[in-house]
């Protein structure tokens, strides 16, 4: 049959990624407990096309992540590119992975526990032969504005953000930790269930460690800038204003230097 995805392209451009996007896979996680968890991903495939092909084959992305193991790994998706550069014969691969992640959160007084979920995005690149990979995780917590609390007689504005993180790795390093650094560095972490005795103790908590949204990006940006295998992140805070008719951000990008 007629190749028509190898013959001349009506329009000599090279494309940087063409592939497919929006499957959803099943996919395997460990976590820091030493357990693993099963979570379904949205997953784009791509590669690029040199200007001389009208098109690639399609069908052959699906294949190979039919093959793919549901065990996320560094040894799984470096396979997973690898094997879309060779079978479609091109010399850049990108692979990006969309998921939840969840945690099984403990009130803080009552003890009562209940998941709380973590959007995530694992993306990983081969153009030679060692792969670079980035992780996003985004992680809601609370804040109390320091200024509304200093001028008022009763209380302060208080609410919801989201921390965003997008990191590049030198070395392994779970998940978990870039959780932790972000929900440490708010006037309180969120969480899924929450009795009376609960809530009393999270908002006194919160009330006594009032932060702008521009404190919670340095204090992040901080502790990811002493992390030893964070090669580089940017770290954009989100507050949702719960007196204002528009939110807040704010935003650090840096390089760390290779630790000796």
Not at 3 to 21: C, T
Not at 169 to 190: H, K, M, N, Q, V
Not at 229 to 255: C, D, G, L, M, P
Request: charged share 25%; hydrophobic share 40%.
């Amino acid at each position: 049959m007629e190749d028509i995805q190898n013959s001349p392209a009506d329009v000599l451009i090279p494309i940087d990624h063409v592939g497919i996007k929006r499957v959803r896979v099943p996919l395997v996680i460990t976590d820091r407990k030493g357990g693993s968890q099963h979570t379904v991903a949205l997953v784009e495939l791509g590669v690029d096309l040199p200007k001389d092909f009208k098109g690639t084959h399609m069908s052959r992305f699906v294949e190979i992540l039919d093959d793919f193991s549901e065990h996320l790994s560094y040894a799984s998706m470096k396979n997973l590119l690898v094997s879309m550069k060779e079978k479609l014969e091109a010399k850049r691969a990108r692979a990006v992975f969309s998921f939840p992640f969840f945690i099984r959160k403990n009130g803080p007084v009552s003890g009562i526990a209940a998941l709380q979920g973590y959007d995530c995005l694992l993306t990983g690149e081969l153009a030679s032969e060692r792969p670079d990979f980035s992780l996003e995780v985004c992680v809601p917590v609370m804040t109390v504005c320091p200024c509304s609390k200093a001028i008022s007689d009763e209380g302060a504005h208080s609410q919801r953000a989201e921390v965003r993180i997008k990191i590049r790795l030198r070395g392994f390093t779970w998940l978990e930790e870039f959780i932790d650094i972000a929900e440490g560095s708010a006037s309180s972490p969120t969480f899924p269930l929450l009795k009376r005795e609960d809530e009393k103790y999270v908002t006194e908590t919160a009330f006594a460690s009032p932060c702008f949204v521009e404190d919670v990006v340095r204090n992040v940006a901080a502790r990811l800038g002493r992390h030893p295998q964070v090669a580089w992140f940017r770290v954009e805070v989100e507050s949702y204003e719960s007196i204002h008719a528009h939110n807040a951000f704010a935003r650090i990008e840096q390089t760390n230097a290779a630790k000796g």
